[in-house]
């Protein structure tokens, strides 16, 4: 994105703007299971083995999503592809509270480690609205929505305290489809598009020695 006017800039700072609250938000759904975990277990007096399972299964989901998602990214655009993931999320996080059995929940816990997927949709979309030369600060501040996992740790427990930990599912749920709304209405492509790879284009490098590491550790 060479020769940037000002008013480009702004536009890809708004943009990134974008992008980390919406990674902040789906890393934040993506941990509740995990912050509740105690609460969980408790509640369906599951085994020790039955609840690191249960924290595990979102991480799975998450993990082996990034790189479906990152293709979609590339193919369909950031816009199209992170709102309807957060409205994706948004569904299992509501039906968390109504789980009425463990399996019921550890379903319900797979669906919702979709929104751990979030991390390549937003390294795509910032990527391409990143001004040359500055990439690796743009996503930087993108990577600051980690601390979504944070907040859901220790102000999702406390929020229970206040609200009940049902409330706090169906408050990231809401928040999760508003924004998700307010990202559709918000975003727009960059005006500076790569051309559109297929798939096995894009499972080329998959096969590759030399890449094959990297790349990898690059979506972890």
């Not at 408790?42 to 690191?52: E, G, I, R, V, Y």
């Not at 751990?116 to 391409?128: A, C, E, I, K, L």
């Amino acid at each position: 994105m060479s020769g940037m006017t000002e008013q480009s800039v702004k536009s890809a700072r708004r943009h990134l703007a974008l992008a980390t609250i919406s990674f902040t938000l789906c890393f934040a759904a993506w941990e509740l299971i995990s912050a509740f975990a105690p609460r969980f277990r408790t509640l369906f007096a599951l085994s020790a083995m039955q609840t690191a399972l249960l924290v595990a299964v979102p991480v799975l989901l998450g993990s082996l999503a990034r790189i479906p998602m990152g293709m979609l990214t590339d193919r369909f655009g950031g816009r199209l592809v992170f709102s309807s993931l957060m409205l994706a999320a948004a569904i299992p996080a509501f039906l968390v509270p109504f789980a009425a059995s463990y399996r019921q929940l550890l379903g319900i816990g797979f669906l919702l480690g979709l929104a751990g997927s979030s991390f390549s949709v937003g390294v795509g979309y910032v990527s391409r609205w990143s001004p040359e030369g500055r990439q690796g600060s743009f996503l930087g501040v993108y990577g600051l929505g980690n601390i979504g996992q944070s907040a859901a740790v220790f102000l999702g427990p406390v929020l229970a305290s206040v609200i009940g930990w049902q409330r706090v599912y169906h408050g990231i749920a809401a928040l999760l489809a508003t924004w998700a709304l307010v990202f559709a209405l918000l975003a727009r492509k960059c005006p500076v598009q790569a051309q559109a790879k297929g798939i096995r284009a894009m499972l080329a490098v998959l096969t590759r020695d030399d890449c094959r590491g990297s790349y990898l550790f690059s979506i972890s």
